[in-house]
């Protein structure tokens, strides 16, 4: 099992955009993303100088319906 990584929201969000989901809408500090032929809604918090907690990130990366391990691909070519 591979170490997820610490960051941004900010920096989450570009890795969940390089997955294929797009940005809905803006509610706050949250940005909601949605993916073509899904039903299902990503909400991801963006607060300046606080990194995504992890428990978090993995409900989101099982909810894209992604593996840890293509998840942490994608936030690396984000980099």
Not at 36 to 42: A, F, T, V
Request: glycine share 10%; net charge positive.
């Amino acid at each position: 099992m591979c170490k997820l990584p610490r960051a941004s929201g900010e920096k989450h969000l570009t890795a969940f955009r390089r997955a294929g989901w797009t940005i809905n809408h803006i509610e706050g500090s949250h940005y909601v993303l949605v993916k073509e032929g899904s039903n299902i809604h990503l909400s991801i918090p963006v607060h300046r100088g606080k990194d995504l907690g992890v428990g978090l990130l993995k409900k989101l990366i099982e909810k894209a319906g992604l593996t840890n391990e293509q998840y942490v691909a994608y936030f690396e070519h984000a980099q």
